[in-house]
């Protein structure tokens, strides 16, 4: 209830704000340093167009993160979600774009791996699923702590009102017995 209430608000919010927002994005992080960015992060928030991701809210949990920087340039990224099956966790290696910092790997299905922001504490992730003509969109809120600050919750809801995907935002329920099957 405590979430629901909390994600009305900052919702209104957004939609305040839902003017300037539109030039902000795309910011991708140009100067990321990856070796500051990996290690373990909790997913505090995600939103996401892929149909059934997540399993009812009841079973909901905090999803984890292990991000790997390796000195070949490739990003290991690992992923850890409570889904309708449970608790599941998958792990990929990622190349880097020549142009962009973005990275991929598009033979397992992952088009883009895009840090929008970050302050190293929290990061926003844009992730871009599928294969071939197919394009699922979802955007995740990481946090180094199992909480959020206000102010990336806000950064969070007004991406995903630019990517129209406010309807599917959620919050998790701070249960990290999920994420911690992937902590270091
Ligand atoms: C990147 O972060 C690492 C780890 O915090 C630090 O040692 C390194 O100096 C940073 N590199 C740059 C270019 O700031
Ligand atoms: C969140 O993390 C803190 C510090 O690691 C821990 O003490 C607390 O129990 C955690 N809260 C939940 C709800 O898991």
């Not at 919010?13 to 290690?39: D, I, M």
């Not at 505090?44 to 809210?57: C, E, K, S």
Request: charged content about 20%; overall charge positive.
């Amino acid at each position: 209830m405590e979430l629901e209430l909390e994600l009305a608000l900052a919702i209104a919010l957004v939609l305040a704000v839902g003017s300037w927002t539109q030039e902000v994005f795309p910011k991708e992080a140009q100067t990321l340093n990856w070796s500051k960015f990996s290690g373990f992060w909790y997913i505090i928030a995600i939103a996401t167009d892929t149909q059934g991701f997540l399993p009812p809210r009841d079973k909901r949990k905090l999803g984890a993160s292990v991000v790997k920087m390796h000195k070949t340039g490739q990003l290991r990224v690992a992923i850890a979600f409570s889904r309708p099956q449970g608790c599941q966790s998958r792990e990929v290696t990622l190349k880097k774009d020549r142009k962009r910092p973005v990275f991929r790997n598009t033979l397992k299905g992952v088009k883009g791996f895009h840090v929008l922001s970050t302050d190293y504490t929290y990061g926003l992730v844009y992730l871009r699923l599928g294969r071939a003509g197919n394009n699922y969109k979802s955007l995740l809120l990481f946090n180094r702590q199992n909480i959020s600050s206000f102010l990336s919750l806000r950064e969070f809801l007004d991406t995903c009102y630019i990517l129209q995907l406010t309807k599917q935002a959620t919050i998790l329920p701070k249960d990290d017995s999920c994420a911690h099957t992937i902590r270091p």
